[in-house]
């Protein structure tokens, strides 16, 4: 079955570390992959995606992420985490086919210490 | 260019009652998805419209709940009678194009149920 696991329900890091948030995804077939986040009171805003091509994604507010397919992982990174980073993230897939449903994860809430 | 806008932000309704929300996708998109996110668990897809044609309704939960999208413009999803597990978050997207990479998400309406 198609699915998506962020084993991590809420992760907290102080501002200024780095950060990487964890993704793993269950296809048939290498998906379109896909990071979302979600501010308080806000919509799900793309961050990233990986379509093909370069396995490393660079994004939006500085994040990146890794597809490494013999680990069927997405995981999205950061460097330095700025309070305004505080949010819930979700990994998402898609299939390459005319199927147009994203199949997402739970969510990972990212709580930024100061 | 005005993104997906979802109305109302938030309602809060009794059991057995009806709710409408509503979702004005992007101009000139021809594609509008809504997928659901209940309490703890991933966001998941409802149905997908082509212009005012249903093309996949497999994720709509039961027959209490009615999508319509008259004129190929803006979409109403109908819950009637809603029912506690039915709280959650209702979300928006729309594509121009049939492919996932593509879909731009609304803010969403938060639905509470009591």
């Known amino acids: 079955a198609q699915s998506v696991t962020q084993p991590d329900i809420h992760i907290t890091v102080s501002e200024g570390a780095s950060l990487e948030l964890r993704c793993n995804y269950s296809y048939g077939a290498t998906p379109y992959l896909f990071w979302y986040v979600q501010s308080p009171g806000q919509g799900l805003q793309l961050l990233l995606k990986?379509?093909?091509?370069?396995?490393l994604v660079q994004g939006i507010k500085g994040f990146e992420a890794e597809f490494k397919r013999s680990q069927s992982s997405f995981n999205l990174r950061k460097p330095s985490v700025h309070w305004s980073d505080a949010a819930e993230y979700f990994c998402?897939?898609?299939?390459?086919?005319?199927?147009?449903?994203?199949?997402f994860g739970k969510g990972t809430r990212l709580h930024i210490l100061p | 260019e005005a993104g997906v806008t979802q109305f109302p932000s938030h309602s809060v309704i009794e059991k057995g009652q009806t709710v409408t929300l509503r979702c004005d996708p992007i101009s000139g998109h021809d594609n509008l998805y809504w997928y659901r996110r209940v309490m703890g668990k991933e966001i998941k897809f409802l149905l997908h419209f082509v212009k005012e044609s249903k093309q996949d309704e497999s994720g709509m939960p039961n027959n209490r709940f009615l999508a319509e999208r008259t004129g190929g413009t803006y979409s109403t999803l109908k819950v009637q009678p809603a029912e506690l597990e039915d709280s959650g978050v209702y979300f928006c997207?729309?594509?121009?194009?049939?492919?996932?990479?593509?879909?731009?998400f609304g803010p969403g309406t938060r639905l509470l149920v009591l």
């Open positions: 990986y379509l093909s091509g370069d396995t």
């Open positions: 997207a729309s594509s121009r194009g049939l492919a996932v990479e593509t879909q731009y």
């Open positions: 998402a897939v898609g299939a390459r086919t005319r199927d147009d449903k994203i199949i």
